[in-house]
């Protein structure tokens, strides 16, 4: 089971929408807390919540051309990372802004002779939204003691993510939201099937730049077994 924002997350609609829904009688809580009226959500309800999405989109059927998702389990380190954290106005900036920041920090990297790794988005609203979006473009700094990084100007910082035992994973080769939204919805559906919960924020690692033709990503969403 998920809590309303992390279904929120892996089905790519807002908490909002997912209320409506359930006002409307079209997609009901798999459970309700009744003590304190909290909803839970299954990843079996991913279904239907996509039939009912693509009800809504004109020409488009998750059914047709729908992309296949292998999903693992594996351990990430801890990294030391140039980052920035900003809020973004809309999910329509997004594209632009992360290109932005990124820059900004590559920059910023290749000035003082640092060692780049593989880009990231951390995603750090407890649910999907589309305004307001709390994310945090981050590049692995490679091959040097945090010690001799040089304080960086703000709004870059210098910080070590966490590290994880186990993350389910996913890789995505196609830059579309279709494709993304399916690759969360899998995950989701995985997480739940294999009895793990989300202990953490979800990320995406960019293995190629954003916007070439052969765009590679890969979804990761830190898990602990479920307990009872």
């Given at each position: 089971m998920f809590q309303i924002g992390e279904f929120s997350r892996l089905g790519s609609v807002t908490i909002e929408t997912l209320r409506h829904y359930d006002?409307?009688?079209l997609l009901k809580p798999?459970?309700?807390d009744p003590s304190t009226g909290y909803r839970y959500y299954s990843a079996k309800q991913m279904q239907p919540l996509n039939r009912i999405l693509a009800l809504k989109e004109v020409g488009f059927s998750l059914e047709e051309n729908m992309p296949v998702y292998e999903v693992t389990l594996k351990p990430v380190e801890a990294l030391t990372v140039a980052a920035i954290r900003e809020t973004v106005p809309t999910i329509e900036q997004m594209s632009q802004r992360m290109?932005?920041?990124f820059h900004a920090i590559a920059s910023w990297m290749m000035a003082n002779n640092l060692s780049l790794g593989l880009p990231m988005i951390i995603y750090h609203d407890k649910s999907y939204t589309r305004e307001n979006i709390n994310i945090e473009c981050a590049i692995p700094i490679g091959n040097i003691a945090?010690?001799?990084i040089p304080s960086p100007e703000h709004p870059i910082v210098v910080r070590h993510t966490d590290a994880f035992p186990h993350v389910a994973t996913t890789i995505v080769t196609e830059q579309k939201h279709e494709s993304f939204k399916l690759a969360y919805n899998t995950l989701g559906q995985w997480i739940e099937d294999q009895?793990?919960?989300i202990v953490g924020p979800p990320r995406d690692i960019y293995y190629t730049p954003p916007g070439q033709e052969d765009f590679t990503a890969e979804i990761q969403f830190p898990v602990e077994k479920s307990v009872g």
């Amino acid at each position: 089971m998920f809590q309303i924002g992390e279904f929120s997350r892996l089905g790519s609609v807002t908490i909002e929408t997912l209320r409506h829904y359930d006002a409307l009688g079209l997609l009901k809580p798999a459970k309700v807390d009744p003590s304190t009226g909290y909803r839970y959500y299954s990843a079996k309800q991913m279904q239907p919540l996509n039939r009912i999405l693509a009800l809504k989109e004109v020409g488009f059927s998750l059914e047709e051309n729908m992309p296949v998702y292998e999903v693992t389990l594996k351990p990430v380190e801890a990294l030391t990372v140039a980052a920035i954290r900003e809020t973004v106005p809309t999910i329509e900036q997004m594209s632009q802004r992360m290109g932005e920041l990124f820059h900004a920090i590559a920059s910023w990297m290749m000035a003082n002779n640092l060692s780049l790794g593989l880009p990231m988005i951390i995603y750090h609203d407890k649910s999907y939204t589309r305004e307001n979006i709390n994310i945090e473009c981050a590049i692995p700094i490679g091959n040097i003691a945090s010690d001799d990084i040089p304080s960086p100007e703000h709004p870059i910082v210098v910080r070590h993510t966490d590290a994880f035992p186990h993350v389910a994973t996913t890789i995505v080769t196609e830059q579309k939201h279709e494709s993304f939204k399916l690759a969360y919805n899998t995950l989701g559906q995985w997480i739940e099937d294999q009895g793990y919960c989300i202990v953490g924020p979800p990320r995406d690692i960019y293995y190629t730049p954003p916007g070439q033709e052969d765009f590679t990503a890969e979804i990761q969403f830190p898990v602990e077994k479920s307990v009872g």
